[in-house]
């Protein structure tokens, strides 16, 4: 697999985005998280909701993980999906989780985006878009509360 040119951040986890929102060096709207999983809202989301679901370690892409690591990661990416789903009011949703630069990885840290549909945009072409960060925490809120 051809894997990101910018794969290895070269100040190491310290400089990989999710690792600073993991550690709270970088602020996110945190929807989910435990000891070893952290779920955040997408800073330009699909979809009023669409969430990020990451394991806590750094690993680029899904192939750095152990089996076991990745089931669980599942796990809890249905579990939110189940939150996210019920606080935005959706109709189904999607898991989206890319590999690699031929598959638009963008973020060199292993995550499965969660993202909820509505009937009426089956079949659109969905642009993303941008909330205000009242919105942001108003939607992450949502979700905590289906989840607690
Ligand atoms: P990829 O294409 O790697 O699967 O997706 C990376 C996702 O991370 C994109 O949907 C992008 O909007 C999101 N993203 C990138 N930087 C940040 C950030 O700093 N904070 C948050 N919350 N999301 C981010
Ligand atoms: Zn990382």
Known sequence: MRRLAFSTPPGGPDSCIFCQIVSKKSPSSVVYEDDRYIGFLDIYPFSRGHTLVC??????TIWDMEEAD????????SKVSKAVVAAVGADGFRFVQNN???ANQVVAHVHVHVIPVKMEDRGRFVER????????????????KELA
């Not at 394991?55 to 680029?60: A, D, I, N, T």
């Not at 990745?70 to 990416?77: H, K, P, S, T």
């Open 70 to 77: 990745i089931a669980q990661l599942f796990q809890v990416a």
């Open 100 to 102: 690699g630069e031929a």
């Open 129 to 144: 878009r941008r909330f205000t960060s009242e919105e942001m925490e108003a939607t992450a809120r949502a979700i905590r």
């Open 55 to 60: 394991p806590k370690e750094h690993g680029e």
